[in-house]
């Protein structure tokens, strides 16, 4: 008999709070007469984050909620779920008394590791989780993990960074009472059940290689000692080169050509993928979305859109794997899609989502998200954040 | 100045694609394309984005389709 339960529902009504009754109503259905006992919510950022997340507390008083704005749309088994005004989409989770679901907010200021750390501790004071999902806002990721790891180690987590749709700081994560601009939100399931997941890098490497020999956080400045910028566009070709006389945005020439560290888990090579995001001139130092350590190799990465959508398949299977489930055991799942990913794919991952999603996992609830940086846990490497990337996280009985 | 050219575009790509496709123009361009309204200035810097956008979302045909309507 099932312990865990779940419901997901999505809308792309025009106005916020018709959304969220949309949603609510699709995943009550599902969920049936158990009481929600979580509220997973994700938003396009055409709704106001706070019209969204109030409508939900007044319609589950009492209930944890937890999420982060999505870029373009939401998306699941369904598929994408977008709307000219917007889009909603939610997980409900209840469960028998002997699991418990908690949540633990904390902004994000010049600190990240203390948020981590601070959130972190809220939950473990409740217990050891068996997974903790993590949305933040874009900028200090890596350090908000370590902050987890101080106060919750080994514990996996998964996760995606909050997303607008212009790239220009509109994203909100879920916080007490009102969704912020700068922060993280975290939810973690705890009790004798199966939680887990995977998290892969969807384009293949290349033998473009070069050591990065400068670097400040999330700035790559030089590469094998030469601009950064001049590097990547003898890789990537002319599709960059106004960039790296000008300056400028190279968000989209990257999503199919990314770079990577190599890293080896206990599953073999994992490649932490890093989207290169904008060349400042002069200089040629290249804006990335996740870290670039000084003195370590990068490859350059190369995929096609029915890559990046195929990538599912083995993300399912590799999910259904770590927590040793079949499909039909699964009860809820949470699916993490780069946005700058899905912007490359287009419709094709509408498509994708409903022949690979909907196809091995039929009738589980996931609530997707489309995100600007995914989290996830590697076997032998821990929990990683990285660009450009999918994972899925999985709950079973 | 030209006006409510952007907004022809993104209308175009709304009825002809998805809202989802209107998305992927505003990540692209980096500009919320859905804040130009049909009295609204054209940016030409945005103008020149979009345009160089719009072979991700739209065919050679739809897009010499939508060069004719600009235009008349």
Redesign the interface.
Known sequence: MARLHAGAGSSSARVARDAVREALTQARKELGDVAPRLAYVAWSVEHDASVVVAALREALPGVPIHGASSSLGVCGPQGITAGAHGAVGILLLGADADIALHVAHAPVEADGREAGRKAAAELMSKGRPKLIWMHASPGKEEDILLGIADEAPGVPVFGGSAADNAIAGEWRVVASPEPIASGVSLAAIYGELRAGGAMLAPHSPTDRKAVVTRSKDRVLEALDGRPAARVLREWIGDSIGSQVEEGGNILAQTSLHPIAFPRTGSAGVHHVTVHPAVIHVPGGAVDLFARAPQGSELCLMQGTPEQLVDALDPLITAALSSIGAAASEVRAGVLIYCAGCAGAVGPLLHEGLIRHLHARLPGVPVLGMLTFGEQGHVPGLGNLHQDLSLSLSLIAD | MSTGNIHRITSYV?QR????????L???????L?SFGPDVEDDPAVMRKLRS?LG??LTDTEIRELEVQLAS
Do not use: C, L, Q
Request: glycine share 4%.
């Open positions: 709304e694609k998805t809202p989802f496709a209107v998305s992927r505003i990540m692209m361009t980096g500009s919320n859905r956008a991700a979302v």
